[in-house]
């Protein structure tokens, strides 16, 4: 059974680079049958927001209102993906999380999520 | 203000039947499928129903999903205390290119 966790700094300061990293287990990042592997967050208070998607061959889907910001990436090798979002500020903050999308939403599994508070 | 627009409370007693919609437009929920998510308290989200009403094996039958138009509704009956949680639909938008939720409805059973 396929399980995800996300890792990272849970404290990044004003204008850096906030970078995570979401490990599989239970299963290969490019396996056969290969997926989509998402990043999304929820600021407190405010509705789930999808940040973006990499494929195991590099292609990546970015949500347009955060494009120029964010990259992702993923090491097959290491059976990870992950994401950076550059010059972050406090609107920033929120709890991020990593899921395989099957197809067009479907997320199954989710991470835990990671709560990263940018703040000096 | 989300894309997808659902009543942020429900509530409802052990045993009832309890609906929670989530409103769209053309380019998600009118052509796309929609998808449903449970939060627990404490845990990751997890899916309900995909495909507009399906169930992943696991989920039990008292839920169920529909879809019209641009709209969609997920039911849950029989409805027991642990199913509090925090319910939120999703999808694809074709204008965004990418997935979009709903604000999410918070079940309180009472």
């Known amino acids: 059974q396929v399980q995800l966790q996300e890792s990272g700094p849970g404290l990044v300061k004003p204008s850096q680079t906030l970078s995570l990293t979401c490990s599989v287990s239970?299963?290969?990042?490019?396996?056969?049958?290969?997926?989509?592997w998402t990043w999304m967050r929820r600021p407190a208070g405010k509705e789930v927001e999808w940040i973006g998607r990499?494929?195991?061959?590099?292609?990546?889907d970015y949500n347009p209102s955060l494009k120029s910001r964010v990259s992702m990436s993923v090491d097959t090798s290491k059976n990870q993906f992950s994401l950076r979002l550059t010059s972050v500020t406090a609107a920033d903050t929120a709890v991020y999380y990593c899921?395989?999308?099957?197809?067009?939403?479907?997320?199954?599994?989710w991470g835990q999520g990671i709560l990263v508070t940018v703040s000096s | 203000q989300s894309v997808l627009t659902q009543s942020p409370s429900a509530s409802g007693t052990p045993g009832q039947r309890v609906t929670i919609s989530c409103s769209g437009s053309?380019?998600?929920?009118?052509?796309?499928?929609v998808y449903w998510y449970q939060q627990l308290p404490g845990t990751a989200p997890k899916v309900l129903i995909y495909?507009?009403?399906q169930r992943p094996s696991g989920v039990p039958n008292r839920f169920s999903g529909s879809k019209s138009g641009t709209s969609a509704s997920l039911a849950i009956s029989g409805l027991r205390s642990e199913d509090e949680a925090e319910y939120y639909c999703?999808?694809?938008?074709?204008?965004?290119?990418?997935?979009?939720f709903g604000g999410g409805t918070k079940l309180t059973v009472l």
């Open positions: 899921a395989r999308d099957l197809a067009w939403g479907y997320l199954d599994p």
């Open positions: 239970g299963g290969s990042i490019s396996s056969s049958t290969s997926y989509y």
């Open positions: 990499i494929y195991t061959t590099g292609r990546t």
């Open positions: 053309s380019s998600n929920i009118g052509s796309n499928y």
């Open positions: 495909r507009n009403d």
């Open positions: 999703a999808g694809w938008d074709d204008s965004l290119s990418g997935v979009v």
